[in-house]
């Protein structure tokens, strides 16, 4: 069993910066993708980000060139850099990781831009 534990979101003003961490705990990483989703007011969750144990990552259309994914997987620890960031990225961001069948979600961090 995975536990993912979300942290680093707040409130910023738009063209602002915030960095959101999501650590990993428990036994099994083997090869395994890590990704973002984020989840408005009203909306479904979508996709933001995703990086795999092996390094290749992939992102949304709306967040290519603003985001960063990356991790760390000594400390299997993932993260996601925003950076010139726009009121329509608040959202509740949701970190998720995928082991074969096995997918673990965490609790989910608050990321509010303001304009």
């Known amino acids: 069993q995975v536990q993912l534990v979300e942290s680093g979101g707040g409130s910023v003003q738009a063209g602002g910066s915030l960095r959101i961490s999501c650590a990993a705990s428990g036994s099994g990483f083997w090869f395994n993708v890590m990704g973002w989703y984020r989840q408005a007011p009203g909306k479904e969750r979508e996709l933001v980000a995703t990086?795999?144990?092996?390094?290749?990552?992939n992102y949304a259309d709306s967040v290519k060139g603003r985001f960063t994914i990356s991790r760390d997987n000594a400390k299997n620890t993932l993260y996601l850099q925003m950076n010139s960031l726009k009121p329509e990225d608040t959202a509740v961001y949701y970190c998720?990781?995928?082991?074969?069948?096995?997918?673990?979600w965490g609790q989910g961090t608050q990321v509010t831009v303001s304009s």
């Open positions: 998720k990781i995928v082991r074969g069948a096995l997918v673990n």
């Open positions: 990086a795999t144990s092996a390094g290749s990552t």
